[in-house]
Each structure stands twice: as structure tokens, then as C-alpha cells.
């Protein structure tokens, strides 16, 4: 199974903040990674594919970079909205999965 | 617009069986695949599998092969997650999500809480 790490596990932030989230897949997967925000009690929201390509409806401050094995999940100004559970996934391979989250909580 | 509706929590003995639903609209059903992911309290989230509308194949987790069945009717484009001889550790909050094979999910239901407790 191909074994992502995210880090970090929780990071402080304020509004306003330029935040950077990494994922490290242990085999390359090329671009085949997506990005969730995740909020307790609703369903995760999909940000990003491919690494780098936004989902309809995802405000721009977010963006997505890497291939390989090592890839980006950036926060170009922090809002209040954004405080969350972020999870990257690789859907390269079967099984499909993800890393274990990174806590974005307000500092 | 698209939509994935899941039936309503469900309480169940250790050994017992559950299936939750995934109700979609707002798309061509038979044109997308369904995958199942699950979150424990307290963790992250795991993948369960993948079903595809169109023809049924199915690919699931490892851990869970002979315990899980993933169906869909595409008559009422409904979705369904079938988990048997259940224990205390599959007590997780059950999401369904669109995707095609080998692709994220890009719409996800509400989830569906199952607790397992004798």
C-alpha cells in the first residue's frame, strides 16, 4: 500500500496567514493526488485534483503543487472559513488512500 | 445539482450486518462510479472501496474483503454499502462519494453515523 504522510499534524494560524500543508507519498504517484477540507459533522469538500487543479467553486487563495512523491497544499491568506482538517489522497493505485490530516486551528 | 443523500444513523450489535444507502441526483448516475470512505471517532479517514454504476465491478480494501458488499440500483440511482459480522471498531461515520475509477471524489453525502455496541 502506498503510504502518504502529511505534516505537519496541526498548525496554528491566524487570519491572514499564507499557510503551507506538505504530503509524502512513499512511491511516486505522479500528479494522482486530490485534497479535502474537512469540517466536523459535514461531509469532506473537495479542493483540488491532479495536485495542482482547483475544483469548481474553490476560492483561489487555494492552490496545489508537487508530483512524484512530494506535493503542496497552500493557503495564499488565511480566512475564517479555512480553520479545518485537511487530507491529501492518492488515487494512483488501489488501495486508494490518504493521509492522516493536518489540523488547521486558529492561533 | 448533484447531490448524494444517505440514509439515517443506524445502532447495531457486534455481529450483526448494516447497508446504508446513497441516494444521487443531479447527474447520470450510470456515468460515474460510487466510492465508500469511513471515519472513525478520532481518526482520519480510510478508504472502504469503489463501485463502478455503470457495470457494477467492484475494488475493495484488503481489510475488508469478504465482509463488504458494495452494490447500486440504477433504477432509483441508489448506491449501497453492505458491512457484515460487525465489531466495535467499524463504529465510524460512513461517507459515499462520486468519482470515476482511480479518480477523487468530488461530491460527497452526509454521512451516515453507524455505532456498534452490545
Known amino acids: 500500500d502506498i503510504q502518504m504522510t502529511q505534516s505537519p499534524s496541526t498548525q496554528s494560524a491566524s487570519v491572514g496567514d499564507r499557510v503551507t500543508i506538505t504530503c509524502r507519498a512513499s512511491?511516486?504517484?505522479?500528479?494522482?493526488l486530490a485534497w479535502y477540507q474537512h469540517k466536523p459533522g459535514k461531509a469532506p469538500k473537495a479542493l483540488m485534483y491532479?495536485?495542482?487543479s482547483l475544483e469548481s467553486g474553490v476560492p483561489s487563495r487555494f492552490s496545489g503543487s508537487g508530483s512524484g512523491t512530494e506535493f503542496t497544499l497552500t493557503i495564499s491568506s488565511l480566512q475564517p472559513d479555512d480553520f479545518a482538517t485537511y487530507y491529501c489522497q492518492q488515487y494512483n493505485s488501489y488501495p486508494i488512500t490518504f493521509g492522516q490530516g493536518t489540523r488547521l486551528e486558529i492561533k | 445539482q448533484v447531490q448524494l443523500v444517505q440514509s439515517g444513523a443506524e445502532v447495531k450489535k457486534p455481529g450483526a450486518s448494516v447497508k446504508v444507502s446513497c441516494k444521487a441526483s443531479?447527474?447520470?448516475?450510470?456515468?460515474?462510479?460510487i466510492s465508500w470512505v469511513r471515519q472513525a471517532p478520532g481518526q482520519g479517514l480510510e478508504w472502504m472501496g469503489w463501485?463502478?454504476?455503470?457495470?457494477?465491478?467492484?475494488n475493495y480494501a484488503q481489510k475488508l474483503q469478504g465482509r463488504v458488499t458494495m452494490t447500486t440500483d440504477t433504477s432509483t440511482s441508489t448506491a449501497y454499502m453492505e458491512l457484515r459480522s460487525l465489531r466495535s471498531d467499524d463504529t465510524a461515520v460512513y461517507y459515499c462519494?462520486?468519482?470515476?475509477?482511480?479518480?477523487?471524489?468530488?461530491?460527497w453525502g452526509q454521512g451516515t453515523l453507524v455505532t456498534v455496541s452490545s
Open positions: 462519494a462520486r468519482g470515476e475509477e482511480y479518480q477523487p471524489g468530488d461530491y
Open positions: 463501485i463502478s454504476a455503470y457495470n457494477g465491478n467492484t
Open positions: 491532479k495536485a495542482s
Open positions: 443531479g447527474y447520470t448516475f450510470t456515468s460515474y462510479g
Open positions: 512511491q511516486s504517484i505522479s500528479s494522482s
